[in-house]
């Protein structure tokens, strides 16, 4: 509640000193008037040319102000969001490290058989393969704005891409085959990067699982809108999006309510990721839903490659 106060008193006073310069003009213009027309004086070209400057002078104060308090807004938000991603990065970090360090010690100290030590070794590749992941998110973020980058770009198939998305997801996770269903539509491939591809693909399949419960259900339909564009649909049936939040999920640091926050660990870079890397494939990706609670869907449009257009 402390972070909502802290955005709403500047926004209030924002809102009060324009209501006041707005009061100040509209009184102003009047008054000029009603000098002129107490005075019985003719209105000369010179007050037309002082009453236009002072509309604009006024004009542009309250304007400025307006768009310096959203400017303000913005930033505050985007300072909340950098502070909520320092905790989780902070929390995706130190957990898997104190685990690692808790199993160091105790390798050190004690020699336990080798049964058990096979299972702290299983344990300690796992906050490895976590730590791997976190730092890999934040480097594909910074590459992902890396809008001088030159990438290669060539036909890739489609199949075989998701396919290899969804085993590695699925095995990551631990998910029955039969939870991700794939409809590739007679689509046999796309034009782009195939490794960017594959991030933007494992990020949304990775946050389909997340933001789902038991039994997770996704769906991957892919479909040619009968001309050189492709669209890849992933939909689930997880907690769904609410409406006034679908555009701000791209952004970065963004995750999607405090109390999903605390569910479902992330930094809030996946699609903030898929967004960047999208455009670079010169495509566009938008996210649908109907509510909390109504799962979410996700549409990825690419090029085809030019000699299947």
């Known amino acids: 509640m402390a972070s909502r106060r802290s ?4 926004v209030t006073l924002a809102v009060v000193l324009t209501a006041m310069a707005l009061s100040l003009a509209v009184g102003w213009q009047v008054l ?17 040319l002082l009453f236009a400057f002072g509309v604009v002078c006024f004009a542009g104060i309250i304007f400025g102000m307006i768009w310096l308090c ?10 909340q969001r950098q502070r909520a991603f320092l905790d989780a990065v902070t929390h ?31 344990r300690m590749q796992d906050d490895l393969k976590r730590l ?7 480097l594909s973020a910074a590459r992902s704005e890396d809008s001088g980058r030159h990438i290669k770009r060539e036909p890739v198939a489609l199949e075989a891409l998701l396919r290899g ?10 998910l029955d085959p039969e939870a991700v ?13 195939p490794n960017e591809l594959s991030v933007i693909f494992r990020n949304l399949l990775e946050n389909a699982v997340k933001y789902s419960d038991d039994p997770i259900e996704i769906r991957i339909r892919v479909r040619s809108n009968n001309g050189d564009r492709v669209e890849i649909e992933l939909s689930d049936r997880g907690i769904g999006i609410p409406r006034v939040e679908l555009r701000k999920i791209f952004q970065r640091f963004y995750q999607v309510g405090r109390d999903v926050q605390r569910t479902a660990s992330g930094l809030g870079l996946g699609l903030f990721i898929v967004r ?3 455009r670079r494939q010169g495509g566009r990706v938008v996210a649908r839903s109907e509510g909390s609670g109504q799962g979410s869907r996700f549409v990825v449009t690419l090029r085809r490659p030019p000699m299947a257009a």
């Open 181 to 193: 269903v794939l409809d590739t539509g007679g689509v046999e491939s796309v034009c782009g990067n």
């Open 165 to 174: 998305c969804i085993d590695d997801v699925c095995q990551r996770y631990d």
């Open 32 to 48: 000029v008037f009603s000098e002129a027309r107490a005075f019985a004086r003719e209105i000369t070209r010179i007050d037309w």
């Open 132 to 138: 791997d992941e976190t730092v890999d998110q934040v």
């Open 276 to 278: 960047n890397l999208v």
């Open 7 to 10: 955005i709403g008193l500047p």
């Open 92 to 122: 995706e970090m130190k957990t898997p490290l104190a685990s690692l360090r808790l199993y160091v010690e105790t390798l050190e100290r004690h020699d336990p058989d080798r049964e058990h030590r096979r299972e702290f070794l299983e």
């Open 70 to 79: 959203m400017w303000l807004v913005r930033e505050m938000r985007l300072n």
